[in-house]
């Protein structure tokens, strides 16, 4: 492979048509139909090796939990992953994935969207939630953009670049993704957007939603251990389609 560019090469690279396991195959998203994305067919993507492996954990991680429920993950959608001399890094090493769509398969079907999804019923919010969440426990601050970051309402961008750390008040991604928790969770007039700083509303729709999941006494903000646990708690409610509580931590 040559590559000249500023931004950076990709050592080397891998090609892949799946994530995790042959049946959970990639397709590309080649347009629309109204709101939603169409993925007509298998596609291979390039991607590095180690990212690659991180993203098979994380489909792996989401495909046990809907397993709970009889449901797999059939295809996962995607607009892109390495982009030759692309003005971010990410893209032109090949180290980041635009995922589009989750589809699922199993006691009934169900279409993840990351264009629509976030903005449709609750059932579709709770599962655009759990793919989401289940992106940051594997992906740290700033490598998970989705519908709360400036620009990113129809994809959510994943890159590695960014070590896994606890949730960030001061990440304008991680405050796009609580700020979703709370709309789904707490208060559906809680706006998305991550651009505006974390505000005592936003910390006490927070502190409400861990009194009912039981978490109160573990800030999410406060350690990795307990950003793990709140994210995987917020999947688990998502997938079984549950309102706050349903599933509880140990305060
Ligand atoms: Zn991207």
């Known amino acids: 492979m040559t590559c000249t560019c500023a931004t950076g090469c990709p050592s080397s690279t891998i090609q892949r048509n799946y994530l995790w396991a042959p049946q959970a195959e990639l397709r590309y998203r080649t347009g629309w139909y109204g709101p939603w994305g169409v993925h007509p067919a298998m596609s291979t993507f390039a991607l590095d090796p ?77 599962r655009y939630l759990s793919m989401i969440c289940a992106a940051r426990m594997f992906f740290g601050s700033g490598g998970v953009l989705g519908a709360g970051f400036p620009g990113h309402q129809n994809h959510i961008h994943i890159d590695n670049w960014h070590s896994l750390n606890t949730l960030n008040l001061g990440s304008i991604s991680d405050r796009g993704i609580l700020r979703q928790i709370l709309n789904c969770y707490e208060n559906p007039l809680v706006n998305i957007d991550g651009s505006a700083v974390w505000n005592y509303v936003d910390e006490y729709f927070l502190n409400s939603l861990l009194t009912k999941i039981k978490m109160n006494c573990t800030h999410p903000t406060s350690s990795i251990w307990n950003t793990l646990g709140f994210l995987h708690l917020i999947v688990k409610h998502g997938v079984a389609n549950q309102s706050a509580g349903f599933y509880t931590g140990n305060c």
Not at 63 to 84: K, M, Q, R
């Open 50 to 126: 180690t990212f690659a492996s991180q993203l098979d954990n994380m489909i792996s991680y989401l495909n046990n939990e809907f397993s709970v429920w009889n449901l797999a993950i059939d295809w996962i959608g995607s607009a892109g992953t390495y982009v030759d001399c692309d003005n971010y890094p990410y893209h032109s090493t090949a180290r980041a994935f635009d995922l589009t769509a989750i589809a699922l398969t199993g006691v009934s079907s169900f279409l993840i969207d990351s264009n629509q999804s976030w903005q449709d019923s609750i059932v579709h919010k709770r």
